[in-house]
């Protein structure tokens, strides 16, 4: 308990922090991500393949490889960006491979025969996508989405690695100057527990709604 109240202002920094990483690479990540799904189920054979590029190396490549790259990596090529930036970008181009897969499985999931109701009344394929498709879309991918968000936050972890202050740098900070690692990391892997749980009751919540919203 002392552990808590002595660094408290750290520990809530760091907590805010790792939140502000975990939004912001979910929305922005969400945002690319409808752009890679709309070029992967475009008529373009080209799109098609440079976007199944994207998803296949993001991927395909850990994490903290790619987190490295945008920090270590860039500033040889005249590119530097600070720590929180960087692993911004990092995790908004990984986050965004997963979740246009999450999106184009929600598409996907959708009864082909309404693609080919809103044909038969020549609706065009943009209105078709917007009014029929993606609210569909957004139900039967939201589960996905949902567990994407989480992983995301426990992901943020990995900024530590270019010196950004979340949580787990936090948590060395305090094992350093105390020598208590164990109690210090415990403490840190309960607040992202109780984070990620209060996000999964959100999450079910959100379901609960969207399937009385559908039923």
Same mark, same amino acid.
């Given at each position: 308990?002392?552990l808590?109240?002595? @660094?408290?202002?750290? =520990?809530?920094? $760091?907590? *805010?922090?790792?939140?502000?990483?975990g939004?912001?690479?979910?929305?922005?990540?969400s945002?690319? $991500?409808?752009?890679?799904?709309? !070029?992967?189920?475009?008529?373009?054979?080209?799109?098609?393949?440079?976007?199944?590029?994207?998803?296949?190396?993001?991927?395909g490549t850990p994490?903290?490889?790619q987190?490295?790259i945008v920090? @270590?990596?860039?500033?040889?090529?005249?590119?530097e960006i600070?720590?929180?930036?960087?692993?911004i970008?990092a995790?908004?181009?990984?986050?965004?491979?997963?979740?246009?897969e /999450?999106?184009? !499985?929600?598409?996907?999931?959708?009864d082909? *025969?309404q #693609?080919e109701?809103?044909a038969?009344?020549?609706?065009p394929y #943009?209105r078709?996508?917007r009014?029929?498709v &993606?609210?569909?879309a957004?139900?039967?991918?939201?589960?996905a989405?949902?567990?994407?968000?989480? !992983?995301?936050?426990?992901? %943020?972890?990995?900024a530590?690695?270019?010196t950004?202050?979340e949580?787990?740098r936090?948590?060395? $900070?305090? $094992?350093?100057s105390?020598?208590?690692?164990?109690e210090?990391? &415990?403490?840190?892997?309960l607040?992202? #527990? =109780?984070? /990620? %749980?209060?996000?999964?009751l959100?999450?079910?919540? &959100?379901e609960?709604?969207?399937?009385?919203?559908?039923?």
């Amino acid at each position: 308990m002392d552990l808590l109240v002595g @660094f408290l202002p750290d =520990l809530l920094t $760091g907590l *805010g922090v790792t939140v502000v990483l975990g939004v912001v690479s979910f929305v922005l990540g969400s945002v690319l $991500g409808a752009l890679v799904m709309l !070029a992967r189920i475009s008529g373009s054979r080209v799109l098609r393949a440079l976007a199944a590029a994207y998803v296949s190396v993001f991927r395909g490549t850990p994490l903290l490889i790619q987190i490295m790259i945008v920090y @270590f990596g860039l500033p040889q090529l005249g590119l530097e960006i600070p720590p929180i930036p960087s692993a911004i970008i990092a995790f908004t181009l990984f986050s965004a491979a997963y979740l246009s897969e /999450n999106f184009r !499985a929600g598409v996907l999931g959708v009864d082909r *025969g309404q #693609w080919e109701a809103a044909a038969s009344m020549a609706m065009p394929y #943009w209105r078709t996508l917007r009014r029929i498709v &993606l609210p569909q879309a957004i139900r039967i991918a939201t589960p996905a989405v949902g567990g994407r968000f989480v !992983a995301l936050m426990k992901d %943020t972890s990995l900024a530590s690695a270019v010196t950004v202050v979340e949580l787990t740098r936090v948590a060395e $900070g305090i $094992g350093t100057s105390t020598f208590r690692y164990m109690e210090a990391l &415990l403490l840190v892997g309960l607040l992202y #527990w =109780l984070v /990620n %749980t209060l996000l999964q009751l959100g999450q079910q919540a &959100l379901e609960k709604r969207m399937g009385r919203a559908y039923a």
